[in-house]
């Protein structure tokens, strides 16, 4: 541990040392150092020191069958003692911190010091004030005491400044909370199952204390660390703790040690807690990696460079608490998941862009107004430059600077970010409504651009309620259950022992919640069928279990994804063994020598009479969409006792017993989520580890397949001898041939499914990159829910590694909430294009009036605190307006973006150019001709410290009316007529807007000075207003020309240039993943090529523009669309056909003739 070790630790250790007083026969550091033993070397220490297990829970006061009592107090002195089950959380950032990282913008850090300097020079009076020969600079300076108010401007941009930040850091503060809120919530969701008082009962993981007996089964992710005190058949995966990736065997006898943070990947079985918290390896790991101080936060930078390794193998650990799963999830973002997103890459790239121009802009503001005031004073004047009025000249140039500075700030989007933050954190919280959990902000936006969904079938298009409606048993096929006085005595007997024992102890079904409800069903479902075909049968399983309970079965092979079945031995009275089967029908009929016939003995069972079955029995069970298990079981004699490791030949010569059909029904409401994905033009693909004709059914009923259509359903054997050439390894272009079309892939394994996923992604087929989305329960899913680009893990039904794996958690394991998620990401994506048209429209419309302005009258006519607020409007309001709208189901009725689509359309650059055109067109007009239009005093040419002018008063309030109308323009970017639609659904939108209002009027009125703003009548207002409407009726205007006249807006692809690259880099980027410890070594390289690579993207950008190739490009982009869209149609090829007639039915349905795909 060393010095990392926080203080209070120690108190806590010296604390538990004095432990064997307060009742437990063993303190908490005897615990932790028990704990860092492995294999035989614990199991000596466990049995010499402590009377092995059952020595070690007496000392800790619990039972191994039992439990602990549950006692509040006991409990509390456990958690007192041992310590809790929690990390305890980093720090967050207060909100004084975030003030000052808000602070640390650039173009707020240079308004700050024009601000200052200006604030000085305002009360610096000059000797030279009085003397004419000063110019122009001193003139009107004095009127009506005016000189005094000079400081007025300088404080106003610090208030202004002082605003933004404070909004900012308020932003990245609930943003924070909100994140953590998330946090807490997924943690509450991680239950686990605990023994106490004799009762098996579903914890949450921050409940768990030292002493408790846990429950643990495949797929668990353990929550502390503990000694295994009865195990079947248990492997673990520790590859987070020790980096190696093989499965550790875990036996009571041989390696008992069981540490938080690993994974079962086989097997079940039951342990005591040892250690939780902060004591578990886990935890002495992240407190190593300093959940403690800022020093640490330091190391721990240096610990990531340098042991990139160790970072990556804390990757995968779950906690139960916030501050672990924070820093994970920061590790994460880090190393795992680029941490921009498509959405986000492409709008820095925009940022950058325009801030760049905006620069530029200011910086040629600056020179031409310096340049002009210089020449016009010493050279058309041939003033000479006199000591005396250096300070007034400065105070000219610092007005200069301020108004450049003020152009930068209009030009640079920094509602860019915010908007992103804003809408996605705003998604994110809906869609918590909408059963999704999001993990990964990101993946909320990505779901909108996804073009094919991988799904699996149990539990997420099914409703997972499993009950028998058919079985075979006794040589006849019963369509319903039938009365046990049908089957043979002894045939019910062995059928009932080999349901009830050949299942785990955990799968039960219970009395329903509520009367007359249905039971239910817990645990495993397809066992929990099985259950209840023994309650048909008006049997108890529960008393045959009482008979054997758990400790006393023989040997278990639990059910995995490579044996498809489960089998568990029991010894019987006379010494000799039984063996009792279960699995995939196909699979234990093939191993089956002899079958039960209708008097209950045993008859030859020979392959020929296995076809028959098959298609008699077992195909038509399928093609109702049901599955089949099959039960078998098989009689060793105990002299000499079998060979049990050797599994092929213990799971040969089974006798058959029955075969059941289970029911799965079809969720009500999937077949028309399915439909809706259909028309948003997103392919769903089911993925099932299940029978051929069972997954056909489903999907028919689902209405992933329609009859006469050409597809393909295959299962995994022919889905693998299409794929790998003769060498046995996958291959690109062989996979091209088969996921087009594929639409069921039947008994396929993890990796099938992760092969099938990385074969779409990485297919150059179509022009666009195919984004897809994965749902996954199991443990074997991580890979492929890693692989894709959003991860779905089921909620209920799914392990803790999947969940681990996943980017959003589907709390109802319900595939109508994957069809929600899409329709949120969509809305996201339209959201920030809104705010972007609505902001480009301000910035292009006010850095030229800014920038003209300067030019011609030497002054701009926003003044720098009316260009924060504009500013203030834009960026923070707008983007709440903006980004809050809820989403329509319209939003479902157009095809994806695609990865390299422009963020910008071009219909959205028709809006920004159109509405351009209008406000500049306005505003010139008043400035140049406005004194004559309302017969007031010109404002042009100002003297400095002159009054407010209501001049230009007017073409401020003018410009402000105008951006209020044109955001609800901006609630359209498809070009639809009615604007106004659904503007009540948003009372956000509504109650900003007339806020910004309200505010406006107060400004005006009474901003005096610091605004430079001088009172209104209502006559100008009335005109402000008027001009403003105008923007609502010029939309219409816009809307009316059609996109195909401006043909040049294709050409106005600058963006579209540079994002096209910026999809490139994405395309780069993605190919880059690799093994994860490989990866964070190579880092290094990565990041120089990248830095390469960026480099040559620009040079090819720039020599882009040199050579005005954006406009053919776009038209090259047009025809290779449209090219797609015949590929499409030559897709199906009359080879295929012919393949597909080949298979005939049970493979595929019918193929359509070639056209009609």
Not at 487 to 502: C, F, G
Not at 637 to 649: A, H, I, R
Not at 768 to 782: M, P, S
Not at 1098 to 1115: C, P
Request: with cysteine; aromatic share 6%.
């Amino acid at each position: 541990m060393g010095d990392l070790t926080n203080s209070d630790f120690y108190t806590k250790n010296q604390r538990s040392d004095s432990n064997h007083a307060s009742g437990f026969g063993c303190s908490l550091m005897e615990l932790r150092s028990l704990m860092e033993l492995r294999g035989t070397e614990a199991v000596v220490k466990i049995q010499e020191d402590y009377g092995g297990v059952e020595g070690m829970c007496q000392r800790l006061n619990t039972s191994p069958t039992e439990g602990l009592t549950g006692d509040a107090t006991d409990l509390d002195k456990r958690k007192e003692v041992f310590g809790q089950n929690l990390i305890p959380p980093k720090k967050p950032k207060t909100f004084l911190q975030l003030v000052w990282e808000a602070l640390q913008d650039v173009t707020l850090i240079i308004l700050e010091i024009a601000a200052i300097i200006s604030l000085g020079l305002s009360f610096y009076q000059p000797p030279g004030e009085g003397s004419e020969s000063c110019g122009t600079a001193a003139a009107g300076a004095e009127d009506e005491g005016e000189a005094e108010a000079g400081w007025i401007e300088g404080a106003a941009i610090l208030l202004s400044v002082v605003c933004v930040v404070l909004v900012t850091a308020f932003n990245d503060w609930s943003k924070e909370k909100q994140f953590r809120g998330l946090q807490s919530r997924i943690e509450q969701e991680q239950k686990f199952q605990v023994v106490r008082g004799g009762q098996v009962i579903q914890l949450p993981v921050s409940d768990i204390v030292v002493g408790d007996i846990a429950q643990i089964k495949y797929g668990d992710l353990l929550p502390a660390d503990g000694v295994l005190i009865q195990g079947n058949d248990l492997k673990i995966d520790e590859s987070s703790l020790t980096g190696e990736s093989d499965h550790v065997r875990k036996a009571a006898d041989k390696d008992p040690m069981l540490l938080s943070g690993t994974h079962v990947m086989e097997g079940s079985g039951r342990m005591v807690v040892m250690a939780v918290g902060v004591n578990s390896q886990t935890g002495i790991i992240f407190t190593l990696l300093g959940a403690g101080g800022e020093e640490e936060e330091k190391k721990e930078k240096k610990v990531k460079k340098q042991d990139g390794a160790a970072a990556m193998e804390m990757q995968p650990l779950k906690s139960a608490e916030g501050g672990e799963t924070d820093e994970k999830e920061k590790k994460k973002a880090n190393v795992s998941k680029k941490e921009k997103s498509v959405l986000q890459g492409k709008l820095t790239k925009l940022a950058v862009q325009i801030g760049k121009a905006g620069l530029v802009m200011s910086a040629i503001t600056v020179i031409i107004l310096v340049l002009y005031f210089a020449i016009d004073n010493f050279v058309l004047q041939k003033r000479p430059w006199l000591p005396e009025c250096t300070p007034v000249y400065i105070q000219y140039f610092v007005k200069f600077f301020i108004i450049g500075v003020t152009v930068l700030v209009v030009a640079v989007p920094e509602g860019l970010p915010l908007a992103v933050t804003i809408s996605l954190a705003y998604s994110v919280k809906k869609m918590m409504k909408d059963n999704n959990l999001v993990r990964h902000l990101d993946a909320c936006e990505t779901m909108g651009n996804a073009t094919a969904i991988c799904s699996d079938k149990t539990g997420t298009l099914t409703t997972n309620r499993m009950t028998a409606v058919q079985c075979f048993v006794g040589d006849f096929h019963y369509k319903t259950i039938p009365e046990p006085s049908s089957i043979p005595a002894r045939t019910l007997e062995i059928l009932v022992n080999a349901i009830s024992l050949n299942s785990a102890y955990t799968t039960k079904i219970l009395p329903a919640d509520k009367e007359g409800g249905l039971p239910k069903q817990v645990g495993n479902k397809t066992e929990c069928g099985l259950l209840g075909l023994v309650l048909d049968l008006k049997r108890d399983y529960q008393t045959v279990r009482n008979q054997i309970p758990e400790e006393k079965l023989y040997k278990v092979y639990t059910f995995n994804s490579s044996r498809k079945s489960m089998s568990t031995v029991i010894k019987l009275p006379d010494g000799n063994f039984r063996m009792y089967s279960k699995g995939a029908s196909e699979i234990i009929l093939k191993k089956c020598a002899l079958i039960l016939n209708e008097v209950g003995e045993t008859r030859v069972f020979r392959p020929r009479d296995r076809d028959e079955m098959v298609k008699k029995i077992i195909e038509p069970m399928a093609c109702n969409g049901l599955r089949t298990i099959c039960v078998a079981y098989r009689d060793f004699s105990g002299d000499p006792e079998p060979n049990w490791e050797d599994e092929n030949n213990i799971l040969t010569d089974l006798t058959a017993i029955c075969v059941v059909g289970i029911e799965d029904p079809v969720r009500p409401e999937v077949p028309d989520a399915i439909l809706k994905c259909q028309r948003a033009g997103i392919t769903v693909r089911m993925v099932t580890g299940d029978n051929i004709n069972t997954a056909r059914a489903i999907a028919i009923k689902c209405g992933i397949i329609q009859p006469g259509e050409d597809f393909l359903c295959i299962d995994g054997k022919e889905f693998n001898r299409r794929i790998r050439n003769e060498k046995g390894e996958v291959e690109q272009e062989r996979i091209d041939k088969v996921w087009p079309k594929l639409r069921v892939l039947a008994r396929s394994s993890p990796t099938d499914k992760h092969t099938l996923v990385k074969g779409i992604i990485d297919s150059t087929l179509v022009e666009q990159r195919q984004v897809v989305a994965v749902t996954g329960d199991g443990t074997n899913d991580g890979p492929a829910l890693k692989k894709a680009d959003v991860g779905f893990a089921m909620g209920i039904a799914g392990t803790d590694v999947a969940k681990e794996a996943s980017d959003i958690i589907l709390t109802d394991d319900n595939f109508s909430s994957i069809v929600k998620a899409v329709m949120w990401g969509r809305n996201v994506y339209d959201s920030i294009s809104k705010f972007l048209q609505f902001q480009l429209t301000v910035n292009v419309v006010a850095v030229i009036v800014a920038f003209t302005g300067a030019c011609i009258t030497q002054d701009s006519p926003l003044k720098a605190v009316q260009m924060l607020w504009v500013n203030l409007i834009m960026d923070t309001f707008a983007s709440l307006a903006l980004a809050t709208e809820p989403p329509t189901e319209s939003l479902l009725m157009r095809k994806p973006y695609g990865r390299n689509k422009p963020l910008i359309s071009s219909t959205m650059t028709k809006n920004i150019l159109g509405h351009g055109v209008y406000q500049l067109t306005i505003i010139f007009t008043l400035l140049f001709a406005g004194e004559q239009i309302f017969d007031i005093d010109s404002g042009r040419h100002a003297p400095l410290h002159s009054p407010p002018s209501e001049h230009y008063t007017i073409i401020f309030n003018t410009f402000v009316m105008m951006q209020l109308f044109n955001e609800i323009n901006a609630r359209k970017i498809h070009g639809e007529r009615n604007v106004f639609e659904g503007i009540f659904r948003n009372p956000i939108f509504c109650s900003i807007v007339l806020g910004t209002f309200a505010i406006q009027i107060v400004i005006i009125q009474f901003g005096g000075k610091p605004f430079s703003c001088s009172p209104l009548d209502l006559e100008k207002w009335m005109w402000c207003v008027f001009l403003g409407l105008g923007e609502l009726v010029w939309g219409q205007v816009i809307s009316t020309i059609p996109n195909s006249k401006l043909r040049f807006l294709k050409g106005a692809g600058r963006l579209t240039q540079k994002h096209e690259m910026t999809a490139e880099e994405e395309m780069n980027e993605d190919q880059e993943e690799i093994d994860y410890t490989e990866r964070e070594l190579r880092r290094g390289q990565i990041l120089w090529f990248r830095g390469l690579n960026r480099i040559q993207t620009q040079i090819d950008v720039v020599n882009t523009f040199k050579s005005g190739t954006s406009f053919q490009g776009a038209l090259r982009r047009q025809s290779s669309t449209t090219s797609q869209n015949q590929d499409v149609t030559n897709v199906s090829s009359p080879s295929h056909m012919s393949l597909c007639n080949a298979l005939s039915s049970p493979t595929s349905t019918a193929a359509a003739p070639s056209g009609q795909c």
